[in-house]
C-alpha cells in the first residue's frame, strides 16, 4: 500500500462542507533555530490544528524556491527547500497528520516558476532547444517596445527582455516568475506529473494558486482599460481588465484532465484560487459538475468588511450562477489583511460563526482562532515585493504573515529568544498565545474549538442546502440564512450593526414553522424570545432550530 492509499478515514466526499486550516510555513514554527518555520515545527504543532475540530490542513509552499516571492516562485516542483527541511520531513509530517485525523493539501503553483528552474534556464539560452517553447516569448514590437499592454500584478510590464534570445516573456508576477505556455502539451503533462508525485508521497489534494491564469491569449491581444471606478490608483495593474492575459477557455479542459488523475486517488480534493476582474462566474464554472475543481475562492469574502448587505450581494451572486458548484469561503488569508481587524476586533468570534453558517467548504487561517489582528510594521521591517514596489499606497501582505504566537514571551514561542525572527512578532499579538488562550475556558481560541465542533457534528450545517433571507425582509444591519438538509431546517441570523437592537419577526422569514429552539453558540448570549418575535444585540449571532 503506498502513502497515497492510507486515508485518515473512507470518506471520499469529506472535502464537502469541511474545514481546512492554513499554515504559512514561514511563520508557523521555527524547530531548528534559524527564525524561518519549517516542516518539523508544522509537525510538532499538528496536534493544536487537531484540537481546532477542522478536517485538513492546507500548506502553503515549501518547495525549492531562491525565496523571490516566498515560495511562489519554485525552482522544483518535487523537492522541499531546505530552509524548510527535507521530503523525509514531509513524510513524517503526512503521516503525524494522518494519525490525527487530518487531511494534507498543498499549495501548487503551476501558471509560473522561478527564472531559477532549470525549464527556464534551458529554455531561454536561444529558440531551438527543446524546452524553447515551454514559456511564453514574444518578439519585440518595431520600436523595441513589449508585445503588448499587459501589466503585471506587483507594478510594471508583465515582459523582461531577455538579450540572448532578443524577445520578451511574460510575467505575470515578478520578473524572476515567468509564466510557463501551457498551450505547449509537454508543459501540461510536466505539472500533472508533478501533481502525481505528491498523491504518490500520500498529499490529499493541492490548493492551486491563480489557477485561472494557466492559458493566455496566443494572439497577445492588448488587455482594455479598467472603467475609471474600479481602479485602484496604487496599483498599476487595476488601470486594465485582465480579459486576453488569463481566464482563456483552454482551462477548463485542463482543469478536466487534472480532475480526471485526483479521481485515480479516490478521497483526493482540489480547491482553486481565482483571482482577476470577476471572480464569481469564474468559480462557479471552474467547480461546476463532477469533472473539474472540486471546490474554488475567490476575493469576495476575503475582502469583506461585515456589512450584511455586501455579504447578501456576494453570496446571492454566486448563487445565481447555479447550484451544481462548491464553494470554499473565507475571510482571512496570507494575501488579505486578517479579518479580525477588517470586521474589528470585538467582532472576531462573530465573523467566524457567521462564516461557519455558510453553505460551502471554510478555510482557517492561521492565527485566526485566537483573533490575531493585522500587524502593523514599518517599511524597513517589510520582506514583500508586493509591498515594496507599491508602498505606501499598498502595505503588502506582510501585515498577515508575521509569526504565530505561541506562547507570551518576546518571539512569542515561534523562535528562540534572541534568534530575530524573519518578520517581526508583533507585541500586541503576544496577550493572545496559544498558551494563555488554551487556559482560559472562555477564551476566543476554546470559543472557536467548540464552534466548529458544532459546525463539524451537523449534516445540516456542512452539506445542507442554503436558502438566503433578502435584506429587505430584515432589519437593516441583520444577515440571515436558512440551512436545510432532509427534514432538518437551521435559521442562522447575525446582527452585524454597531448600534441599536433589531426585533426580527420570525414567521416573515419561515411562515408556517411550529416553533423554534436555540442552540447553544459559544460565546453568544441567549436570544430574546418574545412570542414569536426575536430581539437580536449588536455583534450577536443565533442558530434556530425550525420545527
Not at 531546505?82 to 509530517?93: E, I, K, V
Not at 487531511?103 to 525549464?119: A, C, E, F, G, Y
Not at 488554551?438 to 476554546?446: G, K, R
Request: proline residues 8%; aromatic residues 10%; hydrophobic residues 35%.
Amino acid at each position: 500500500m503506498t502513502l497515497s492509499q492510507q486515508r485518515p478515514n473512507d470518506r471520499t466526499d469529506w472535502w464537502r462542507g469541511a474545514t481546512i486550516y492554513q499554515i504559512y510555513p514561514r511563520s508557523f514554527l521555527d524547530a531548528n533555530g534559524d527564525g524561518i518555520g519549517d516542516l518539523k515545527g508544522i509537525t510538532a504543532r499538528l496536534d493544536h490544528v487537531a484540537s481546532l475540530n477542522v478536517d485538513a490542513i492546507w500548506l502553503s509552499p515549501f518547495f525549492t524556491s531562491p525565496m523571490d516571492d516566498f515560495g511562489y516562485d519554485v525552482a522544483d516542483y518535487c523537492d522541499v527547500d531546505p530552509m524548510f527541511g527535507t521530503l523525509d520531513d514531509f513524510r513524517a509530517l503526512v503521516e503525524r497528520a494522518h494519525e490525527l485525523g487530518l487531511r494534507v493539501i498543498i499549495d501548487q503553483v503551476l501558471s509560473h516558476s522561478s527564472d531559477q528552474h532549470p525549464w527556464f534556464q534551458e529554455s531561454r539560452q536561444d529558440r531551438t532547444n527543446p524546452k524553447a517553447d515551454w514559456y511564453v516569448w514574444a518578439d519585440p514590437r518595431p520600436d523595441g517596445t513589449p508585445p503588448n499592454n499587459w501589466m503585471a500584478a506587483f507594478s510594471g510590464r508583465a515582459w523582461t527582455f531577455d538579450a540572448r534570445r532578443r524577445q520578451y516573456y511574460l510575467h505575470n508576477f515578478l520578473p524572476s516568475q515567468p509564466d510557463l505556455n501551457f498551450h505547449n502539451p509537454e508543459v501540461q503533462q510536466a505539472q500533472l506529473d508533478n501533481l502525481r508525485f505528491w498523491l504518490e508521497l500520500g498529499v490529499d489534494g493541492f490548493r492551486f494558486d491563480v489557477v485561472n491564469y494557466y492559458f493566455h491569449d496566443p494572439a497577445l491581444t492588448d488587455n482594455p482599460p479598467m472603467p475609471r471606478e474600479r481602479v485602484q490608483p496604487g496599483n498599476p495593474q487595476s488601470y486594465q481588465f485582465q480579459q486576453h492575459n488569463i481566464e482563456q477557455p483552454e482551462n477548463l479542459p485542463y482543469l478536466e484532465r487534472i480532475r480526471a488523475l485526483l479521481d485515480e486517488y479516490p478521497g483526493s480534493t482540489t480547491v482553486g484560487e481565482i483571482a482577476g476582474n470577476d471572480q464569481l462566474p469564474t468559480m462557479a464554472a471552474y467547480t461546476q459538475g463532477e469533472s473539474r475543481l472540486h471546490m474554488a475562492y475567490t476575493f469576495d469574502l476575503l475582502g469583506s468588511t461585515g456589512d450584511a448587505a455586501e455579504l447578501h450581494d456576494v453570496l446571492a451572486r454566486f448563487r445565481e450562477l447555479g447550484e451544481d458548484t462548491w464553494p470554499c469561503w473565507a475571510l482571512s488569508n496570507h494575501d488579505v489583511e486578517r479579518s479580525a481587524t477588517s470586521w474589528g476586533e470585538e467582532r472576531a468570534l462573530l465573523a467566524l460563526t457567521v462564516l461557519c453558517s455558510l453553505r460551502g467548504s471554510l478555510c482557517l487561517y492561521q492565527g485566526e482562532e485566537l483573533g490575531l489582528p493585522e500587524a502593523e510594521l514599518a517599511y524597513e521591517d517589510l520582506q514583500d515585493p508586493f509591498g515594496i514596489n507599491l508602498w505606501p499606497e499598498v502595505k503588502g501582505r506582510d501585515g498577515c504573515r508575521t509569526p504565530m504566537v505561541w506562547e507570551d514571551a518576546p518571539n512569542g514561542g515561534f523562535c528562540p529568544e534572541g534568534v530575530p525572527p524573519w518578520l517581526p512578532v508583533f507585541a500586541r499579538h503576544r496577550p493572545l498565545a496559544v498558551e494563555r488562550q488554551d487556559q482560559a475556558p472562555d477564551s476566543l481560541l476554546n470559543r472557536v474549538r467548540q464552534l466548529l465542533k458544532l459546525r463539524a457534528d451537523s449534516d445540516t450545517l456542512r452539506q445542507g442546502e442554503q436558502q438566503l433571507i433578502a435584506p429587505e425582509a430584515l432589519p437593516e444591519d441583520v444577515f440571515g440564512v436558512v440551512r436545510q438538509s432532509g427534514g432538518q431546517r437551521l435559521l442562522c441570523l447575525a446582527h452585524l450593526g454597531q448600534e441599536g437592537a433589531a426585533r426580527v419577526r420570525l414567521d416573515d422569514l419561515v411562515p408556517g414553522a411550529n416553533g423554534w429552539s436555540s442552540l447553544a453558540l459559544p460565546g453568544m448570549a441567549t436570544p430574546q424570545l418574545e412570542g414569536r418575535e426575536l430581539g437580536l444585540e449588536p455583534g450577536q449571532a443565533t442558530w434556530l432550530a425550525i420545527t
